[in-house]
């Protein structure tokens, strides 16, 4: 003991902290990592859902389920996966409220939480809204679902509340936009957009939707949205490892990538209206690549296997994805002004404002090409089966085609509107039906049963064809 007691002074006080590691962050830190994070679970499941329910592609030589309408458990885990950024969204609003200085990070947060809830009843229906993201601050860890309708009623109110909340007068103190590089007038635009898209989905349900798209559509000095597509919400990877496109070579191999031909109703649509977007979204047939004639061949949604697997001669005389969407620094898109021009367009020929449905949806159909890339001709506009002639169908099909890798939006305007008109493929196993939700994952079975098991019941015990509530019964 004593030998001890002589040693101990001697002892020194280990600090097993790791210096690399830091203690507390900013929130100019968190927000690239969950736009980042967010930016992929939307260009994964446009790949693997969106795409294949709604015919933007299909698979060419396995028997994929989701083309078929099969749905299978793990096709729900990785949109319910966003839940995971509330955490890291609650932790920049905190930050704000201690800080000074901070006020953009705090709406900016807020408005990406709503567009995060948004994809998620979207996909699901009823959710936990109003009692999520509450196991750390408020140990729940069961939250209870709320309903679509109320879902929506609480996004509603927070985009009208966040975007008065901006201060344009300042900008982020931290840094950390990788969209608008802090610019905070188009945040704001990306706000009321995002509103707009939400007020336009629920105006058939909501009665209160309409007047409030009268009165934003109405008064643009007081309610700014997208005016070019430098206003566009799109996520642009750097192209270095790990910030790359999740198609990219460097995540999915060439041979799987390949697995998927883009649809024959994509490429026969556009080379029907000679529409240069076809060459930005496909690739000519390997068997024609490089020739004086290059020829766009689809496949056609839900073949049994073999056929698909043979369809015109075999992969090499079939269109695969555009090699774009294989490069490392494709952008992930959440929101663009090609598309908040086409809800302008309905709203106008709705009679929801006084705006020109005509010009409007002219102009969307140019920024929804010059996004993509592709050549332009006005006399595209002129063209049979292009030329707008005053009705909603003509509005919707080409904002179908624009929503092309838009997230899961082009299957929720497809459950909305009803068109463009597709037409099941033989192999399908929904009698011919699109699903019109995802069911919700295994996981809420096992940690929260009694939520689920009430939310269920209310969604025709979570049957994929149980409507949205904003859908037409």
Same mark, same amino acid.
């Not at 002892?11 to 900013?26: A, E, I, M």
């Not at 601050?137 to 009208?160: F, I, N």
């Not at 031909?261 to 690549?289: E, G, H, Y």
């Given at each position: ?112 939480k709503v567009y ?83 007020l336009m989905r ?91 004639? +290059? ?5 056609? @949604?839900?073949?049994?296997? /073999?056929?698909? !697997?043979?369809?015109? &001669?075999?992969? =090499? ?16 898109i959440w929101l ?104 919700? +994952? ?5 940690? @929260?049963?009694?939520?689920? /098991?009430?939310? !269920?019941?209310?969604? &025709?015990?979570? =049957? ?10």
């Open positions: 003991m004593l030998a001890i007691a002589m040693v101990a002074p001697a002892c020194t006080k280990v600090d097993n902290t790791n210096p690399n590691v830091p203690v507390t962050v900013n929130p100019g830190v968190v927000l690239p990592q969950i736009i980042y994070n967010t930016s992929n679970t939307l260009v994964n499941n446009a790949f693997e859902l969106n795409n294949e329910l709604i015919q933007y592609t299909c698979m060419n030589n396995t028997f994929t389920e989701v083309q078929r309408f099969k749905l299978q458990p793990a096709n729900s885990n990785g949109i319910w996966a966003l839940y995971n950024r509330m955490r890291d969204l609650d932790d920049i609003i905190a930050m704000s409220d201690k800080g000074q200085g901070l006020t953009n990070y705090k709406a900016i947060a807020r408005v990406v995060i809830y948004s994809v998620l009843t979207d996909t699901y229906g009823d959710i936990p809204y109003s009692e999520s993201g509450k196991a750390i601050s408020q140990q729940e860890y069961t939250p209870e679902y709320d309903t679509q309708e109320e879902v929506y009623k609480g996004m509603l109110a927070e985009l009208a509340s966040v975007s008065k909340s901006f201060n344009t007068a300042e900008t982020l103190l931290y840094s950390g936009d990788p969209v608008y590089k802090g610019t905070i007038s188009r945040w704001v635009k990306f706000t009321n957009s995002l509103r707009l898209r939400l629920v105006s058939r349900k909501m009665p209160s939707a309409v007047g409030d798209i009268t009165t934003m559509l109405s008064n643009p000095a007081d309610y700014p949205m997208m005016d070019n597509n430098d206003d566009n919400f799109v996520y642009r990877y750097s192209g270095g490892l790990p910030d790359v496109y999740p198609l990219a070579p460097a995540y999915v191999r060439d041979f799987d990538f390949k697995y998927k031909s883009v649809s024959a109703f994509i490429v026969d649509s556009l080379k029907k209206f000679n529409d240069s977007r076809l060459f930005q979204f496909a690739r000519p047939t390997n068997a024609s690549a490089g020739t004086s004639n +290059p020829q766009y061949v689809g496949l056609p @949604n839900s073949l049994p296997v /073999t056929e698909s !697997a043979n369809y015109n &001669g075999g992969y =090499n005389f079939q269109s695969y994805l555009g090699t774009r969407f294989q490069s490392p620094t494709e952008p992930a663009t002004w090609s598309e908040v021009l086409f809800l302008k367009a309905e709203a106008a020929q709705m009679g929801y404002f006084s705006g020109d449905a005509t010009a409007l949806y002219n102009d969307a159909i140019k920024a929804s090409f010059a996004y993509w890339g592709a050549p332009f001709a006005e006399s595209y506009l002129q063209r049979t089966g292009v030329k707008y002639d005053g009705t909603l169908p003509k509005i919707y099909l080409q904002k179908f085609f624009a929503l092309y890798f838009t997230g899961m939006e082009g299957w929720n305007e497809y459950r909305r509107t009803g068109y463009p008109l597709l037409a099941a493929g033989p192999a399908n196993v929904n009698d011919g039906k699109v699903p019109s939700r995802i069911p919700y +994952p295994l996981s809420e079975q096992s940690l @929260n049963r009694i939520n689920y /098991t009430d939310a !269920a019941k209310r969604m &025709g015990n979570d =049957n994929m064809n149980h409507k949205m509530w904003w859908q037409p019964q």
